[in-house]
């Protein structure tokens, strides 16, 4: 019998992805299926971007290119940053990497050792957990509650942290819960991070906000660049999910080591899609705006709909697009739930347990689908929470 080493018997997994395979496989069985589950926009990727990597192709950009991305993709993410957090970041220390997971995965295994802590946002997105336990690590929740609005408390947050702490990773806008950390706890939490932790910042949601809400960068701390990782990318903001498509700003201690990375795993990027990133940073951002419109309307029908089921409350999302409501009225388990509106009424969700420990009590909704199908799946929740109640 052949023998792995430990750290993959520890390795987890993305429970959406396996709903998303159950609903496919409810539907090829001729049920009809709405999928709240899977969280990716569904818009087509603009035109003038799809556009630029075709010509990409046409034009002979077929090729290897360096590791850590074309240059000019590099100054063109240094220059988006500059205009809408007014930073200096040098482009050498831009990676350009296929998704927003491999950021994770490079930064939790560079700090993650036995012995080591890692926090991590709980409710989170699962591959933190995943990968912190794959390195040996442990692991340490940051507790995400609804009470404070499911953003993150500094004072809280600091409270985790001890001498073997390496690593906190944060996250706003927040997946699953669609939080916003308001700029006085990150202030905080700024203001007491101990010097040798690093921090890791996902913000791939950064530009997802409502109501006016402010996305505060960690990059516009300078006292803290000497051991920050920001996370970010082209998925979600500019509807393209399967290109594949990110990037890492690194301190410069830290950026020969991911770029290592990048030439014993992936290589690069593929040349054409990271054409296409640099015309979606450099082209028309009028799809963008018209997309949150789209959510935006679809976020205030997803919240009424949720607060008129029986045994659910559900607070106003202020960033992403997912919605997380609390289910714990109903009596059910959050995952036996989900699997309950899939297979017996069509919907697909994600029970929050999904997301971490502290997820029980609620689901994830994303509300990346038409207005028209949001209707009809609220409506099969509540005719199927009204059969049970």
Known sequence: MLKTVPGFDRIGEENAFAVL???????????????????????PTPDNISDAAIRAIRDGHHGYTPATGILPLREAVSGDLHRRYHVDVNPEHVLIVPGGKVTMFA??????????????PDPGFPIYRSMIEFTGATPVPIPI??????????????????ERTRLVI??????????????????????????????????????????????VSLLTYPEIRDRLILLNGWSKTY???????????????????????????????????????????????????????????????????????????????KGAF?????????GWKAKELA????????????????????????????????????REALARMKAFLSAGS
């Open 170 to 215: 944060v996250n706003s806008p927040a997946n699953p819960c669609g939080g916003v950390t308001p700029r006085a706890e990150v202030d905080a939490l700024v203001a007491g991070l101990p010097e040798h932790v690093a921090i890791l910042s996902d913000e791939i949601y950064d530009q997802m906000l409502y109501d006016g809400e402010e996305h």
């Open 322 to 330: 997912y919605a997380f409501p609390n289910i714990r009225d109903t």
């Open 239 to 317: 509807a393209m999910t399967g290109w594949r498509l990110g990037y890492s700003v690194w301190p410069e201690g830290l950026y020969d080591k991911a770029r290592k990375l990048a030439v014993n795993s992936w290589s690069c990027v593929n040349a054409p899609a990271q054409y296409a990133a640099l015309e979606a940073l450099t082209g028309p951002q009028d799809a963008v705006a018209d997309m949150m419109a789209a959510f935006d309307a679809r976020r205030g029908l997803v919240v009424d709909l949720l607060n008129e089921l029986p045994g659910v409350s559900c607070i106003v999302p």
């Open 107 to 120: 930064a939790i295994l560079m700090f993650g050792e036995p012995g080591a802590e890692i926090l991590y």
């Open 145 to 162: 509650r609804e009470e404070n609005g499911f953003a993150f408390s500094a004072e809280e947050t600091l409270s985790l942290i001890s």
């Open 21 to 43: 395979a159950r609903a496919g496989a409810l539907a090829a069985e001729g049920k009809d299926v709405i999928n709240l589950g899977i969280g990716q926009p569904d818009f």
């Open 339 to 374: 699997s309950a509106l899939l297979e017996e009424s069509g919907v697909a969700t994600i029970g929050g347990p999904d997301f971490g420990t502290l997820g029980e009590g609620y689901i994830r909704l994303s509300y990346a689908n038409s207005q028209d199908n949001i």
